[in-house]
């Protein structure tokens, strides 16, 4: 089993920055991608990003240019680094984890999830 814990979440001003992480515990190892997505109220959830084990990174065009991607293997983390926030980009964000082939957008190869961490970003 994997186990994801998302943080960082918060509150900011538009123009802002937040640094979400996910930090995975349990069978590490059979982790294949780490995805972010996220769900505003009423709205259909939207995949963010994703990187696979090997480093690849792949970034939704709506945020491409001000969110990054990144992971920290020795800390069984995954960062999601977000610039000049957004009123749009509030929303609840997840982390979710691939184990049996290399995920990116599509959220259904996707059977570990986390608790999300809210983004809210004021005008």
């Known amino acids: 089993q994997v186990r994801l814990v998302a943080s960082g979440g918060g509150s900011v001003q538009a123009g802002g920055s937040l640094k979400l992480s996910c930090a995975a515990s349990?069978?590490?190892?059979?982790?294949?991608?780490v995805g972010w997505f996220r769900q505003a109220p009423g709205l259909e959830r939207e995949w963010v990003a994703s990187?696979?084990?090997?480093?690849?990174?792949f970034t939704n065009d709506s945020v491409k240019g001000r969110f990054t991607i990144s992971q920290d293997n020795p800390k069984n983390t995954v960062y999601l680094q977000m610039n000049r926030l957004k009123p749009e980009d509030t929303a609840m964000y997840y982390c979710?984890?691939?184990?049996?082939?290399?995920?990116?957008?599509?959220?259904?190869?996707?059977?570990?999830w986390g608790l999300g961490t809210q983004v809210t970003v004021s005008s």
């Open positions: 979710a984890a691939a184990t049996a082939v290399y995920a990116a957008s599509n959220e259904g190869e996707y059977p570990h």
């Open positions: 349990g069978s590490i190892d059979s982790i294949k991608s």
């Open positions: 990187i696979w084990r090997g480093g690849q990174r």
